[in-house]
């Protein structure tokens, strides 16, 4: 089973559609998740952090985290096409200098005017 | 503020030649990271280093080198370069844990695109 487990989509929603993206994980000692955004041909971007378990809201995104099953969601409300990006769901076991993210394999979301 | 910068950010190699790319930092960070991306297979740690002179590896480091002599500078070396090593490759970099804001961000450059034929 692979540490950290994304659907690469590809997924395309209408303009103002909410979003639902989830990564799913196999070691319980991750504690710092994180989603970056990634638009075509250039580096990932940090979107939202969570330590543990719990909600994070910013904006129109918001983060959840559910340790027990080990599972991570980023919803995306009232879409816009300038969301048209890959997410890349990450973790790391560690905050000092051990801090080493894994990420999933990213979904590539279409927003469609 | 420049942030991370990579060079060369394309780049075409024959099969057992070597190359280096480049990677600064303007933000003073002691972490920095050398990641590469294949499509559909997210990003894979090569190397990273905590400090000027402490490198170690990631998760692939086969066929690749760094140094790390100033906290500026990260290159990555790639030996007798094979077409495996066909991917995107990110530098990165974080500022040291318990200087406070710190959420752990990475900050990535563009990323330099090397295919090697």
């Known amino acids: 089973q692979k540490e950290v487990e994304q659907d690469p989509g590809p997924l395309s929603v209408p303009e103002g559609a909410i979003v639902s993206l989830n990564c799913t994980y196999s070691?319980?000692?991750?504690?710092?998740f994180m989603w970056y955004r990634q638009y075509s041909r250039k580096g990932p971007e940090l979107l939202m952090y969570?330590?543990?378990?719990g909600n994070k809201e910013d904006g129109r995104f918001t983060a959840q985290v559910d340790k027990s099953s080990k599972y991570i969601s980023l919803f995306i409300r009232d879409s816009q096409p300038s969301d048209s990006a890959t997410y890349l769901c990450a973790m790391s076991r560690s905050g000092g200098s051990n801090y080493k993210l894994t990420f999933g394999k990213g979904t590539l979301l279409t927003v469609n005017p | 503020n420049a942030g991370v910068t990579q060079t060369p950010k394309f780049r075409i190699l024959k099969i057992g030649q070597s190359m280096t790319l480049q990677c600064t930092q303007d933000?003073?960070?002691?972490?920095m990271y050398w990641y590469r991306q294949d499509p559909g297979m997210g990003l894979k740690l090569i190397y990273y280093?905590?400090?000027?002179?402490?490198?170690d590896k990631g998760e692939v480091p086969n066929g690749y080198n760094v140094s790390r002599s100033t906290t500026e500078d990260f290159p990555l070396r790639l030996e007798l370069a094979a077409p495996s090593q066909t991917s995107v490759y990110f530098c990165a970099s974080r500022k040291l844990a318990g200087v406070s804001p710190n959420t752990g961000e990475l900050f990535f450059g563009e990323g330099s695109r090397l295919t090697v034929l």
């Open positions: 933000m003073n960070h002691n972490y």
């Open positions: 070691n319980s000692a991750f504690q710092y």
């Open positions: 280093s905590v400090g000027a002179g402490i490198t």
């Open positions: 969570t330590y543990s378990s």
